[in-house]
């Protein structure tokens, strides 16, 4: 721990640290941030981010719903928590439909 601890700089409201990379990675970041105008570092930030966005507090609270719903043990499990997810959305909204496809996939909609 002491040999990270001893590694991690604060700097400008970042946090720096050393990062080993295989030589055919930095060359495709390097390649790539030359070629969308940016610092190799603003390079690995902005693809960091692709995966790691950041969410809106909103969403969420969509994703723990969704989480919640597709965590049931049963089709009558989901279907109960389906509607109990309805039910909490309509409050903000009484357009809401939530709705689970046979493949399994859990949809949030808003009706016209």
């Known amino acids: 721990?002491?040999?990270?601890?001893?590694?991690?700089?604060?700097?400008?409201?970042?946090i720096q640290f050393q990062?080993?990379?295989?030589?055919d990675l930095?060359?495709?970041?390097?390649?790539?941030a030359r070629d969308n105008g940016r610092s190799i570092n603003s390079e690995i930030v902005a693809s960091l981010l692709r995966v790691f966005p950041v969410m809106a507090p909103e969403a969420k609270g969509a994703v723990n719903l969704l989480e919640y719903i597709k965590a049931a043990d049963d089709d009558l499990e989901q279907?109960?928590?389906?509607?109990?997810?309805?039910?909490?959305?309509?409050v903000a909204s009484p357009r809401v439909h939530v709705s689970a496809a046979p493949d399994g996939s859990i949809s949030i909609t808003l009706r016209p």
């Open 1 to 14: 721990m002491e040999q990270i601890q001893s590694q991690v700089q604060q700097g400008r409201g970042a």
């Open 19 to 23: 990062l080993r990379l295989p030589d």
């Open 26 to 32: 930095k060359t495709r970041i390097e390649d790539a």
């Open 79 to 90: 279907s109960t928590r389906i509607a109990e997810a309805e039910a909490l959305l309509k």
